[in-house]
């Protein structure tokens, strides 16, 4: 018993000595986590003032500098994730699960395809029409804008998801809804989804990886050959034709293929799954290539380089638009400049808007509110419907109004209208830019929070056959010009 004790300890103090020589001198060269986090930097005393130590601010900083720089830490990290998956499958990549046959998923492409993620139709008629306008704003400049619906994992494999997502029991989601409104007001659209649900039984090799979140390799030369067509017959202008060479054949998951298996950060790699690796030869057009702007998603990483460079003479792409590639992940990122929109939209031979059915509640990340203001620079948006775009483009947040629309039972579009409402009301005197509407909305909030005040007009309004939320407007403009008088 006696030894037993004194080898544990010895053990334990040996992997503490190791632990500090590696954190000091690196000697072994550890495989980095992948994930969506960024590290602390080291511990370092410079950051100590007196303010801070009695705050608690420099303990609380320091301990989490030296847990996060632990020697071996990621090491660790993977033996303990390791464990957990092969004995309990559990995995520890937040917003990732397994589902059927080992066919993993992003959580939130699940809530897209059941419907949980419906923003309405009020939001979704808007940013339509709006892209409408735009579409039809740029052809008269001779220039083709393309709405790309990519595919989505839940709604090719929804056999494998697991039971309790309920998937056969789906309600009105925002593809469905996107999809078919965009055909009623005739926008220009390339449906890649439904282009692979067409081909899921028919096609040679896997559209979507096991173990992957985007369409496989595979699967996006396909979608490559599928768009490069279309843009031909929209602009009627030649595109460089590519083929397969030959098809690499692998059990082991390459580069995207394994997206979500690396976030799992297992010791061993996920149990070999067949997949096909195209390699790709374009043919050269005489004089030149179409321009394109492409305001994408992380789909496109797959068709950038591969695809895009070949496809056109020149190519811009607008990561989310928000960064612009390939300079998406640096630290900062290097963050798009929307100024003169308009003319820049100009000078583009074709612009594509592409995005995958995970995105669809963020309505474009503001794309068709930017580029329809940048056409009619007389109008601007209210600070409220800026605070529901946040909300719909903020994951966190967006999950947030989620989880409270189940739990209150309540529509998630009324959810996110309310928690913008509530936002804008308590932060208006610090809010920029604020328009004559913007304070009307506010005097209507004002109005609604005073019971004795709402019931009068409320009142005046029946006697006067008049629509109650009229009345309110008319108040609070009345309200408003006696202000203006007082001043």
Same mark, same amino acid.
């Given at each position: 018993?006696?030894s037993?004790?004194?080898?544990?300890?010895? %053990?334990?103090?040996?992997? =503490?000595?190791?632990?500090?020589?590696q %954190?000091?001198?690196?000697?072994?060269?550890?495989?980095p986590?992948?994930?969506?986090?960024?590290?602390k930097?080291?511990? @370092?005393?410079?950051?100590?003032?007196?303010?801070?130590?009695?705050? /608690?601010?420099?303990? @609380?900083?320091? /301990?989490?500098?030296?847990?996060?720089?632990?020697?071996l830490?990621?090491s660790?990290? &993977?033996?303990?994730?390791?464990?957990?998956?092969?004995?309990?499958?559990?995995?520890?990549?937040?917003?990732?699960?397994?589902?059927?046959?080992?066919?993993?998923?992003?959580?939130?492409?699940?809530?897209?395809?059941?419907?949980?993620?419906?923003i309405? #139709?009020?939001?979704?008629?808007?940013?339509?029409?709006? $892209?409408?306008?735009?579409? @039809?704003? $740029?052809?008269?400049?001779?220039?083709?804008?393309? $709405?790309?619906?990519?595919?989505?994992k839940?709604?090719?494999?929804?056999?494998?998801?697991?039971?309790?997502?309920?998937?056969?029991?789906?309600?009105?989601?925002?593809?469905?809804?996107?999809t078919?409104?965009?055909g009623?007001?005739?926008?220009?659209?390339?449906?890649?989804?439904?282009?692979?649900?067409?081909?899921?039984?028919?096609? &040679?090799?896997?559209?979507?990886? &096991?173990?992957?979140?985007?369409?496989?390799?595979?699967?996006?030369?396909?979608a490559?050959?599928?768009?490069?067509?279309?843009?031909?017959?929209?602009?009627?202008?030649? =595109?460089?034709?590519?083929?397969?060479r030959?098809?690499?054949?692998?059990?082991?998951?390459?580069?995207t293929?394994?997206?979500?298996?690396?976030m799992?950060?297992?010791?061993?790699?996920?149990?070999?799954?067949?997949?096909?690796?195209?390699?790709?030869?374009?043919?050269?057009?005489?004089?030149?290539?179409? /321009?394109?702007?492409?305001?994408?998603?992380s789909?496109?990483?797959?068709?950038?380089?591969?695809?895009g460079?070949?496809?056109?003479? +020149?190519?811009?792409?607008?990561?989310?638009?928000? /960064?612009?590639?390939?300079?998406?992940? @640096?630290?900062?990122?290097?963050r798009l400049?929307?100024?003169? $929109?308009?003319?820049?939209?100009?000078?583009?031979?074709v612009?594509?808007? =592409?995005v #995958?059915?995970?995105?669809?509640?963020?309505?474009?990340?503001?794309?068709?509110?930017? *580029?329809?203001?940048?056409?009619?620079?007389?109008?601007?948006? #209210?600070?409220?419907d800026?605070i529901?775009?946040?909300?719909?483009?903020?994951?966190?947040?967006?999950?947030?109004?989620?989880?409270?629309?189940?739990?209150?039972?309540?529509?998630?579009e009324? =959810?996110?209208?309310?928690?913008a409402e509530?936002?804008?009301?308590?932060?208006?005197?610090?809010?920029?830019?604020?328009?004559?509407?913007?304070?009307?909305?506010?005097?209507?909030?004002?109005?609604?929070?005073?019971?004795?005040?709402?019931?009068?007009?409320?009142?005046?309004?029946?006697?006067?056959?008049m629509?109650?939320?009229?009345?309110?407007?008319?108040? *609070?403009?009345?309200?408003?010009?006696?202000?203006? +008088? +007082?001043?």
């Open positions: 018993m006696r037993a004790k004194f080898i544990l300890l010895v %053990l334990i103090i040996l992997s =503490m000595a190791i632990s500090s020589v %954190l000091c001198f690196g000697f072994i060269r550890e495989v986590l992948h994930g969506f986090y960024q590290k930097l080291l511990p @370092d005393f410079k950051f100590f003032t007196w303010q801070r130590w009695f705050a /608690s601010v420099f303990q @609380d900083e320091f /301990s989490t500098r030296v847990n996060e720089n632990i020697g830490r990621n660790l990290i &993977r033996i303990g994730n390791q464990y957990d998956y092969t004995l309990f499958g559990l995995t520890h990549a937040q917003g990732f699960l397994e589902g059927k046959d080992r066919y993993f998923f992003e959580e939130d492409y699940i809530h897209e395809y059941t419907g949980r993620y419906f309405g #139709s009020r939001v979704i008629d808007k940013k339509l029409w709006r $892209l409408k306008n735009v579409m @039809d704003s $740029l052809a008269s400049h001779h220039i083709p804008l393309i $709405l790309v619906f990519e595919p989505g839940a709604s090719f494999y929804p056999e494998h998801i697991p039971d309790r997502f309920s998937p056969g029991k789906r309600t009105l989601s925002n593809y469905d809804y996107f078919r409104r965009a009623e007001l005739g926008l220009s659209v390339l449906d890649l989804n439904r282009y692979f649900l067409q081909m899921k039984d028919t096609a &040679r090799f896997p559209l979507f990886p &096991r173990y992957g979140m985007h369409w496989s390799l595979y699967g996006a030369n396909l490559a050959e599928k768009l490069s067509g279309h843009i031909a017959a929209v602009t009627g202008r030649q =595109m460089p034709g590519f083929r397969s030959s098809l690499q054949h692998s059990m082991q998951s390459i580069g293929d394994y997206d979500i298996g690396e799992l950060n297992l010791v061993c790699t996920l149990k070999p799954t067949p997949g096909v690796y195209p390699q790709v030869a374009f043919d050269s057009i005489p004089g030149g290539t179409l /321009s394109a702007l492409v305001v994408a998603d789909y496109y990483i797959n068709m950038v380089e591969t695809y460079r070949k496809m056109f003479g +020149k190519q811009d792409y607008w990561y989310y638009n928000s /960064s612009l590639y390939p300079h998406q992940n @640096d630290i900062p990122p290097v400049d929307k100024s003169g $929109l308009r003319e820049k939209l100009k000078n583009y031979d612009v594509l808007l =592409m #995958s059915e995970i995105n669809l509640h963020c309505c474009f990340w503001n794309f068709a509110d930017e *580029a329809y203001l940048a056409f009619h620079p007389e109008k601007r948006d #209210s600070q409220l800026d529901e775009n946040t909300i719909r483009i903020d994951r966190e947040w967006f999950r947030f109004m989620v989880k409270q629309s189940r739990e209150q039972k309540r529509p998630l009324e =959810m996110i209208t309310a928690n509530y936002s804008f009301y308590g932060n208006f005197n610090n809010l920029p830019g604020k328009t004559f509407w913007d304070t009307i909305q506010y005097i209507t909030m004002n109005i609604k929070a005073n019971p004795k005040w709402l019931g009068q007009i409320t009142k005046n309004a029946r006697e006067q056959h629509p109650v939320d009229t009345a309110l407007m008319l108040n *609070a403009i009345y309200s408003y010009n006696q202000s203006k +008088k +007082k001043q």
